[in-house]
């Protein structure tokens, strides 16, 4: 059983930046895929970005892409989401979330372990 603790959401301008952190506990955690998810008021939860294991390989959303950095550091059972140059329309709660399998997937329901969630407001 895994657990997943988010930290560092806030409110920031357009334009600003903030890291999220999520911290794991209970797990293997270099057996994980990581990925990040967000849900906005009135919006199903989507896709964000994922890592692979050894940090390797990522992918994002293509809302994302060039702005946003997931990393991770497996010493410390951690993953992060650098968030840059940040929009209106990326207010939502983010959520850290974990699966056991060998390739990166978007689908939510490909995750068996999930955070609460941090809220990230970016005002215009």
């Known amino acids: 059983q895994v657990q997943l603790v988010e930290s560092g959401g806030g409110l920031v301008q357009a334009g600003g930046s903030l890291r999220l952190s999520c911290a794991a506990s209970?797990?293997?955690?270099?057996?994980?895929?990581l990925g990040w998810f967000r849900q906005a008021p009135g919006k199903r939860r989507e896709f964000v970005a994922a890592?692979?294991?050894?940090?390797?390989?990522?992918y994002y959303a293509d809302s994302v892409k060039g702005r946003f950095t997931i990393s991770r550091d497996n010493a410390k059972n951690t993953v992060y989401l650098q968030m840059n140059k940040l929009k209106p329309e990326d207010t939502a709660v983010y959520y850290c979330?974990?699966?056991?399998?060998?390739?990166?997937?978007?689908?939510?329901?490909?995750?068996?372990?999930w955070g609460r969630g941090t809220q990230v407001t970016v005002s215009s």
């Open positions: 890592i692979k294991g050894s940090g390797a390989l990522t």
């Open positions: 979330a974990a699966t056991s399998r060998s390739t990166i997937v978007v689908a939510e329901t490909s995750y068996a372990y």
């Open positions: 209970g797990g293997t955690f270099s057996n994980y895929i």
